[in-house]
């Protein structure tokens, strides 16, 4: 069936530190993908998206690219601050609905 | 925010009494969903509502039901709460099926 894998947490790097947390998707046809963003205590809030095969989401320094040959869409930022440290979603809308990877908790020292 | 409300915040209640979480909207999007998050299993689909008393069941229904009688108000009711349903539960709303869809600030709900 449908599905979203996201490597398992916890991640933890060190200030400008660069970052890849990778995402995988199986799907019947070409679902839009997405990265949500989870912060202590509060409900997912939209990171980026993207809605074809080679298109490049991004917002706040993270960026993620749609790539169909390989069913990826790994975020990643070149420089990491310590209020980066949240839990990241990866999400595809397979049929009527999103679906959701198990989320990859990122924690940034100074 | 996207103006999702979601209400009680917090609760904890006893074992086999019925308990209703209420999400509204201002927004006025077509999509509403009911999420639960625990750790180890992520975010998982409890029920959603397409539309003025259209609704359909998600990965994990069972123990759940739902109403929707205003485009605005979407009810997901505990009949009889267990401790297995202790978790948080999140509102989202959306306005096409599959498109991004945003989210409330969560229902914390504890089962004693």
């Known amino acids: 069936g449908d599905s979203v894998t996201q490597m398992e947490g916890p991640v933890t790097l060190s200030e400008e530190a660069f970052l890849t947390i990778n995402c995988t998707y199986t799907?019947?046809?070409?679902?839009?993908l997405f990265w949500y963003v989870q912060y202590p205590g509060e409900g997912l809030q939209l990171l980026l998206k993207a809605t074809k095969a080679d298109d490049k989401g991004s917002n706040k320094g993270f960026e993620a690219t749609y790539r169909k040959e390989t069913t990826s869409f790994h975020l990643e930022k070149g420089s990491v601050q310590v209020s980066d440290s949240a839990v990241y979603f990866c999400?595809?809308?397979?049929?009527?609905?999103?679906?959701f990877g198990g989320g990859t908790r990122l924690m940034v020292k100074p | 925010d996207a103006g999702i409300t979601q209400s009680p915040r917090h609760k904890v209640t006893e074992t086999g009494t019925p308990v209703t979480l209420r999400c509204h909207q201002t927004?006025?999007?077509?999509?509403m969903y009911w999420y639960r998050q625990d750790p180890g299993h992520g975010l998982r689909l409890i029920h959603y509502?397409?539309?003025?008393?259209?609704?359909d069941k998600g990965e994990v229904s069972d123990g759940y039901s739902v109403s929707r009688s205003k485009t605005e108000d979407f009810l997901l009711t505990l009949e009889s709460a267990t401790s297995s349903q202790t978790s948080v539960y999140f509102c989202?709303?959306?306005?096409?099926?599959?498109?991004?869809?945003?989210f409330g600030e969560g229902s914390w709900l504890t089962v004693v």
């Open positions: 927004e006025n999007h077509r999509y």
């Open positions: 799907a019947t046809g070409y679902p839009s």
């Open positions: 999400a595809h809308n397979a049929g009527n609905m999103l679906t």
């Open positions: 509502s397409y539309g003025v008393k259209d609704t």
């Open positions: 989202a709303i959306g306005g096409a099926a599959g498109n991004t869809i945003y």
